[in-house]
């Protein structure tokens, strides 16, 4: 059984991708809270208002690594996707947490992002483009076959 | 003595005005290859060309993995910045992987990428926003003493 | 499946208040033995009286730690409990421990001994006041839900 | 050579009873910042001031952290003194997280506390109650003999 | 549920004291062999004959540790009994091993040879004479309860 | 329960002949992909051509990596077979790997390669010639009986 | 400071012309022994003499290891040369030694060896031909230079 | 440079045997307190007497445990001698410690507890006789020649 943690961006459906096409194979998928607001607001909303907004973001940062930094020690994979959009910091400090661990990282990102992710792709064993091709890579590493699901 | 290791932004001279301003400091610090030239060809220069801009630059990352690996393992203390421009992800990728090591993390930027780096900063023992807030962090770790230096 | 371990004071039924009002969630609960009694006279009751008030307290504290041990390495987040009375520097030294090992730690404490407990509140990942506010954080990071259970 | 940490107590002279009389050893020691004002105030003086006590306190508290982190993961031998006063939760968080790395921990307190550190005490490898007898240990660990200094 | 590892002397029937009392409790028993003639010859037996004593047992005492190594590695806790016959170095190794891992360290032995055994005491977090006080300690870590099963 | 791996030579059937006499034991086997073409050329197969072999045979080893990596790294027993033909130094790279991880290690080979494989040898808790014989030591340590199967 | 460990071919002098080339800079360089004949027999030279072998080489290669296993732990980087001759599998167990320990790996092979090492060349950051590039390397991981020496 | 930490029989000299003989070569040599009286009666001495020889001891034994602790954890290369006489678990206890950190283990002894020793000399990297063949291992680890010093 493979434990796989899916980082990174959350504006797409890409997980959804995966976890439906690898739903046949004997895999276990773990994720940040990919609820936008809820992932913004966790802190404040259980340990009270901040005025400042470092504090207020700071306080739902800390309650999301308790999920995180657990997603991740349990992994055997990291897949961490680089979207189009934003800064993605989180994703990129996520990829070393896992790098540092000694996870097997799989990095997904479009051309355009390669050279400014080039140190991150340094650390991966596989870098790939489409959720497909880690639902192949999953397919591969757990039955040794290569054909397309 | 303290290790300091300088990650993030190679297009100012902060880690000039650190280094300078903590050079009277029981203070050892190391720091990527800033010249950004070698830094991006040093894979093929020494070990011949590519073909593919991807294998170019994963011969050079892979190459300066070898002095970042170890300027972060040796560190005590690790300074990271991330400047106004460009995606930086190697930055926020040496911040998790130091996280994850256990070393003790100073994150350095202005308030623009406040929110953006809540992930990063919520690892964190101190966000500042200048080179010097950095040299008075190591004096007073060092010495135990306010005094502006 | 969460491990928590529920370290600390063990005067009120704060233990009972969180796994009853956490019971539909995939969560596994450890805690030091609770009867007080029990857990001074653990050791002499076993391994025979002893003259010598250090010696018996000795016998027992370190018979205690076989369980607190075990409860703190298996544990994903150690929660540690400050209550109004007493000194609790088992409460105190638990979160150290559990800081050491990389475990999630949630503080829970009152206003008043705020400054008193700072240095455990920084290695926190969560600082809270009510057993309620610890059952809200475990949804959270289980179901990314931030409904009131 | 021994690497020595002093933690705990901050209101006595204890650690320079215990550097003097020991310097003709060779032990290398460290403690926290012992100037109580530039302890609680560190973390604001240099990155800012804060309304709330609690984020005044926590930038303080991570601030000491760098210093205290680096040095019980040097220390051989971490040294935990108690004193008559004050919670002290951060000396028993310091033994805790001595513990968790497997430091040779000494817990230096008076009776009076015997019962209420006996978890702490349990932990250790010697329990004593003057700085003398920490420089009578050094002096055996290092030299082998019990001649009084 | 504990994992319990039973090292050492292997001439009574204590394992199977232990074992059978505490049938009822949640614990998983692990143990070297403790059949002398295979435990001494299953080297050769395996992979050929020797002429020389000393490989003969080194064969057989590599494929013990085989066994020794995993169920040390997977215990909670590690027992070892030291009897009133031979040598048993194997047992004190065994405790020694048990300690550097940080493994929970139970010590059975009689009074006879207490002073012998005064540094592997103290390694230990219980002392015992008997396999019922075993039974005692794991009652009562399992469940909170002195009362004798 | 035994985590076994088989490491090495994919042209023979050895694994197979393992694992079918091993069957009624608690033993759960892992593997790297034995089927030659899948293994060589999985990396292009789902993450794209490449001009060269060296990038061809990369992306390979890479995406094998993921699965041997977790393959030894669960294992308690590595088996390392070493055949009569190619030079098979991915076969004593796991070995190495496998014994800084303090794995168990069993090595097989025929004479005819003792001398070249001394190094690796040394490094192993046994060192056999046929499948028959790891079949009788996984029996042998899981029930402490030397019959033949 | 740069230590690093030169492991593999003893048949040609590939280790002096990159420790002469190397001798500016801030490097410690260790090796196994060169000497062939005091390598094989060390261990029966000064342990006493044995009939087989497989003993003959047993003892030899365990006191090597002495020498090799603290290399390597101490190293920075490692690197492993495979010649054109032998089968050099204790190269190969070397590499994947490092590679679990997380050493920074520079492998150096010519071309006709290019698909047998492909597991043992994707563990690595670098993969050179020539003791010259392994020149390079260093001087560019030390100084951020490509001028080449 | 190596640290040597000799463990075990403290009746004769072969201590200073190895020492003086080694007097030219780069170790740096660590032992226990080896005046018995001392070793024995340290922790009583400076912290109090006891009425029961088993805390009489255990306050000694634990004292000499910060010694012993640092010593084999600062090692390359641990040394244990067992001697004619007396049990000597702590020397096997020592051994056992240092093999489950991974210590190259060199174990000192007579023919006549060849079969008693066979557990503690698996684990041996060298089994040997006198002080002198020490001597010579460390001549050769450090310098790769065999001639006899």
Chains 1, 2, 3, 4, 5, 6, 7, 8 share one sequence.
């Not at 070393?96 to 990282?105: P, R, T, V």
């Not at 400014?116 to 039955?143: C, F, N, W």
Request: hydrophobic fraction near 40%; aromatic fraction near 8%; charge should be negative.
């Amino acid at each position: 059984m493979l434990n796989v943690y899916l980082s990174g961006e959350i504006h797409t459906d890409w997980r959804n991708q995966i976890t439906s096409a690898a739903s046949h194979l004997d895999v276990s998928f773990n994720s940040p809270v990919t609820d936008h607001d809820a992932s913004d607001d966790c802190g404040v909303a259980i340990m009270g208002a901040e005025d400042q907004k470092f504090w207020h973001d700071h306080k739902g940062a800390k309650l999301n690594a308790i999920r995180t930094s657990k997603g991740i020690a349990d992994a055997d994979i990291v897949v961490v996707r680089f979207g189009e959009k934003y800064r993605q910091w989180n994703a990129a400090f996520d990829a070393g947490y896992a790098a540092a661990l000694g996870k097997s990282l799989i990095v997904m990102h479009q051309d355009e992002h390669q050279h400014a992710l080039k140190e991150v792709d340094a650390a991966a064993l596989a870098v790939v483009k489409t959720p497909q091709q880690v639902v192949e890579i999953l397919t591969y590493v757990l039955t040794g076959s290569l054909q397309k699901s």
